[in-house]
């Protein structure tokens, strides 16, 4: 079940606009992690016996652009989650 919702979790993020690009790359930043935070509590709320973790934005651009180096992201950040 944990598998099933970091990875649902990631994938609303995405949908949700975290990691679409701006003009202002500090003001978008900080817009994405209240996005996150927000996203992340509002799942907590809906199923309170899950465990919520951290998700992971991703710009499409930056998946097109810098495979390698999103690619190196989402290892990561599947280890630190126990994937």
């Not at 951290?54 to 651009?61: F, I």
């Not at 652009?65 to 280890?79: A, D, I």
């Amino acid at each position: 079940m944990k598998k099933e919702f970091a990875l649902l979790l990631a994938a609303i993020l995405m949908l949700t606009g975290c990691g679409s690009s701006s003009a202002s790359a500090t003001a978008s930043a900080s817009a994405e992690a209240a996005k996150e935070t927000e996203i992340e509590t509002q799942a907590e709320e809906a199923s309170p016996d899950a465990d919520v973790l951290k998700g992971l934005a991703v710009r499409g651009s930056d998946a097109q652009n810098k495979q390698e180096e999103v690619r190196e992201s989402v290892g990561s950040w599947l280890s630190e989650l126990g994937f």
